[in-house]
């Protein structure tokens, strides 16, 4: 029982959420410890979302609400954390949902699907194929899905399947709060964000940007700026700490 008053409720719910996920097997043991270095970069983000990340998350909007056959891809941490997000925002965007895994198993897959779909979410289903240029499981995927998507949002990513989506000739737009993260570098759009609080942003933008507004902001984007705003943030932060 985290008292609702406890400076830091927030991360201690969502670190309770997490052990509970592990607990029932949604969540493998790494993404705790994936969780855990997440925790670390936002205390250097100062737990907020920055303009940086803001404009970030408006941009990830555009490029959804202009993609013919957007999807979003999920995983045990991402499902564990924020199931009705990702539903408002499949929803605000019309982009497909399907669950894809690092440590695949089949028990899993129907673990976070059952979870998603108790939140609202509707799963894309099917026989996943070997379809992505990678060695391991998260080469499986749909082939109406991720395999024939052109945007991808992919939160908490593993950065090989990233850069295989992205020869592959597909935006991808990932939400990592480590901005050093191969995922990070290697996206088209990094939101350096904590995945609850980005989810919002971009589910809000899809719902008030023009098509116009959109093209603009995707014909400005320029992701090594957003990343170095966000580690100019980092560093601000360790410089004065003490102060
Ligand atoms: O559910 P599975 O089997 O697909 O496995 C999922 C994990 C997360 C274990 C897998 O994708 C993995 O190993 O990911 P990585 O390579 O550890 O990358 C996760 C990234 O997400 C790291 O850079 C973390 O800093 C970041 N991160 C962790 N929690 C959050 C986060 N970013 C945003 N919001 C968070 N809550």
Redesign the pocket.
């Known amino acids: 029982m985290i008292p609702a008053d406890h400076p830091r409720y927030a991360s201690l719910l969502?670190r309770e959420k997490m052990a509970d996920a592990v607990r029932s097997g949604m969540?493998?043991i790494?993404?705790a410890?994936?969780?855990g270095?997440?925790?670390a970069?936002?205390c250097l983000l100062g737990e907020r979302t920055t303009p940086g990340a803001a404009r970030a998350g408006k941009t990830a909007a555009a490029f959804l609400i202009r993609a013919a056959r957007p999807v979003i891809s999920v995983?045990?941490?991402t499902a564990a954390?924020a199931a009705g997000e990702i539903g408002a925002l499949a929803r605000a965007s019309g982009a497909l949902v399907e669950v894809?895994?690092?440590?695949?198993t089949d028990e899993?897959l129907e673990k976070i699907t059952r979870h998603l779909e108790e939140h609202g979410v509707s799963v894309l289903q099917g026989t996943a194929e070997r379809l992505l240029p990678l060695s391991h499981d998260?080469a499986l995927c749909l082939r109406g899905g991720i395999y024939a998507a052109d945007v991808v949002l992919v939160?908490?990513?593993?950065?090989d399947r990233c850069a295989a989506l992205v020869a592959m000739g597909k935006t991808v737009i990932t939400?990592?709060?480590?901005p050093l993260?191969r995922?990070?570098r290697t996206a088209t759009v990094t939101i350096v964000?904590?995945?609850?609080r980005?989810l919002p942003v971009i589910t809000r933008s899809c719902g008030e940007l023009s098509a116009q507004e959109a093209d603009e902001l995707i014909r400005d984007h320029d992701n090594t700026r957003l990343l170095r705003e966000a580690m100019a943030t980092m560093k601000e932060t360790l410089t004065h700490a003490v102060d």
């Open positions: 969502a969540v493998v790494e993404g410890s994936a969780h270095r997440g925790e970069f936002d995983n045990g941490n954390l894809n895994l690092f440590h695949r899993r998260r939160p908490l990513e593993d950065g939400i990592d709060l480590n993260s995922t990070a964000d904590e995945l609850t980005a």
